[in-house]
């Protein structure tokens, strides 16, 4: 079953990088806690055999050369903690504490980048990015912590997307390659393209387990197997599009439809959380703004199609309104609808 997966993330420091929702529990040091060699060796053997590539997790230390050797020794990418720029090619995932890191590295718009920006510094947004232009080709930003998204910060980013918008002239036209995920992946999607963690790809910790996506490996939930003996995923029908009745009609194409953070906020890898689904809306909104704005100046690079207007930020919402006009929602609706009554209760807590 192990080789039925695209791409395999493996993590080959403890204390490696956050490049997504979750934190590393474990702090950065200068001792490293690397993978075994050895059993490094088992996992690329093993994916090689089967034509699975790998996304390698990099802590802030430079590997050993056996490593290094190993590791280009099959298809693979790496993600890395910007402090390693000067060490190795890759993804670099910055955050506002070390962007000067990506600076000081040169004007060269030849990097992918990854933006973790904390709710604390959600203002400063648009300033980072209107820094960043001219350095990536392309930028994946993750807001962190946003299972505690209130309707303050929802107004904040709204705010901050609209600072982005203003941008746009200096992003999309003039035939600029330049990818920025929240706002420019919904404008070429004409369907869901999410994470797809246990679909499309799982993580293999440095004890060889195997976990979903590195978040629950850093939450410490339980594994679903091992490199030796192969997995099991429990309901792996629920990790599907088709068994959330919310995301299987919403398009907002780009959202990630993170599973850990469905989990972590509803107890359900299939029902999403009112922020995920917000904040989703929000760039899809900013993309069609965006859209609407390059088509009139017929100077788009982005062959996109028309982004709909809609009523509403939450899918949930519709659900609400067709309950209130005197329809009957079906039985999978109404499930929705108490766990996210419940859930919307508890964060205003």
Not at 167 to 178: A, E, R, Y
Not at 237 to 244: A, F, P, Q, T, Y
Not at 269 to 297: A, D, F, M
């Amino acid at each position: 079953m192990l080789d039925s997966f695209k791409y395999w993330i493996v993590i080959l420091d403890k204390s490696a990088i956050s490049f997504c929702y979750y934190e590393n529990k474990n702090p950065h040091t200068q001792t490293s806690e690397l993978i075994p060699l050895n059993s490094l060796e088992q996992v690329i053997e093993k994916a090689r055999k089967n034509d699975i590539s790998i996304n390698f997790l990099y802590g802030k230390n430079p590997l050993p050369n056996d490593y290094n050797t190993l590791i280009e020794s099959i298809n693979h990418v790496k993600i890395l903690p910007v402090e390693q720029i000067e060490n190795y090619e890759g993804i670099y995932v910055v955050d506002k504490t070390n962007f000067h890191l990506l600076e000081e590295a040169g004007k060269e718009n030849n990097k992918n980048i990854i933006l973790r920006i904390e709710k604390n510094n959600l203002k400063d947004l648009s300033g980072i990015l209107n820094k960043a232009l001219g350095r990536f080709c392309r930028l994946n930003l993750i807001l962190t912590d946003i299972e505690d998204y209130t309707e303050k910060d929802y107004d904040e980013y709204a705010s901050q997307l609209k600072k982005i918008e203003k941008l746009s002239d200096k992003v999309f036209i003039n035939g600029q390659s330049t990818e920025i995920n929240f706002i420019s992946d919904r404008i070429v999607l004409n369907a869901m393209n999410n994470c797809d963690a246990g679909i499309k790809h799982l993580t293999i910790a440095p004890d060889l387990k195997i976990y979903l996506c590195p978040a629950f490996y850093y939450d410490n939930e339980d594994s679903i197997g091992d490199l030796a003996n192969g997995i099991e995923i429990k309901n792996k029908h629920l990790l599907n599009l088709e068994s959330s009745s919310l995301c299987r009609t919403c398009d907002a194409f780009h959202c990630k439809r993170c599973i850990y953070l469905n989990k972590k906020t509803t107890l359900e890898y299939n029902i999403p959380s009112k922020q995920q689904c917000v904040i989703s809306h929000l760039e899809r909104n900013t993309s069609r703004n965006i859209l609407n704005y390059l088509g009139r100046n017929l100077m788009s690079s982005q062959n996109g199609n028309p982004i709909p207007e809609i009523d509403y930020l939450d899918p949930f919402e519709k659900i609400i309104k067709k309950s209130n006009n005197g329809q009957r929602p079906d039985f999978e609706e109404l499930t929705i609808k108490g766990i996210k009554n419940e859930e919307r209760i508890s964060n205003k807590k």
